[in-house]
């Protein structure tokens, strides 16, 4: 049980916007850490979508974004597209835990 | 480019160690700007953050697996290594060295191809 909450999987079809929220407590994004997004496709190690809360590195698609309010951070997805289909994790940092903690992940799955 | 490439046994014995290795190639493991980790993600289930070192050998261990865990750097090899001891079937999962930051968040931004461990007799 990860201490940063994602729903288990989304969908959406091409072309439509979807949204994958990651939330926390006080102790992690609630306290003013950042938080990390990862794409990980099937057999495939994970790969960074956006760093810092909303800063997509070079290459990644305008189509992905992040914000983060409170206790909560989000990835949205805008036009959809059949090579989306994949796993996204959060990843942020446990003042308890004194380390790192990855959201539990989110399946993806393109209609 | 930075490339990392984990390399140990696929098999391990219940109660003995699993003992992996992550050789760093395109970059130096002592520049002292980044932090090297171990991450693991059991079969068809989310990711666990194991641990990190500094090039210093200052090591940061998840709790939940601290009284296990060793993680260390052999500069001559330009490779860092884990060792879990006693372990499980609990412990079966595809295992992952990576690059990351030396932020309070780090950003795990180079990752090995992962290698899959099994725990079984």
């Known amino acids: 049980q990860s201490v940063l909450t994602q729903p288990p999987s989304v969908s959406g079809a091409p072309g439509q916007r979807v949204t994958i929220s990651c939330t926390g407590s006080s102790s992690n994004l609630g306290a003013g850490y950042a938080v990390h997004w990862y794409q990980q496709l099937p057999g495939t190690a994970p790969k960074v979508l956006i760093s810092g809360n909303n800063k997509r590195p070079s290459g990644v698609p305008d189509r992905f974004s992040g914000s983060k309010s409170g206790t909560s951070a989000f990835l949205a997805i805008t036009g959809l597209q059949a090579e989306d289909e994949a796993d996204y994790y959060c990843q942020s940092y446990d003042s308890s835990l004194s380390g790192s903690v990855f959201g539990g992940g989110t399946k993806l799955t393109v209609l | 480019q930075l490339q990392l490439q984990e390399s140990g046994s696929g098999l391990v014995t219940p109660s003995q160690t699993l003992s992996l290795t992550c050789a760093v190639s395109g970059g130096s493991i002592t520049s002292g700007v980044y932090s090297w980790s171990w991450i693991r993600q059991p079969p068809g289930k989310g990711l666990e953050w194991i641990g990190y070192m500094f090039d210093s050998g200052s090591t940061y261990y998840n709790p939940s697996l601290k009284s296990r865990v060793t993680i260390s750097v052999d500069r001559s090899k330009n490779q860092f290594s884990l060792k879990l001891d006693s372990v499980t079937a609990a412990d079966t999962a595809v295992y992952y060295c990576?690059?990351?930051?030396?932020?309070?968040?780090?950003?795990?931004?180079?990752w090995g191809q992962g290698t899959l461990v099994t725990v079984s007799s």
């Open positions: 990576a690059r990351g930051g030396r932020q309070l968040v780090p950003l795990f931004d180079y």
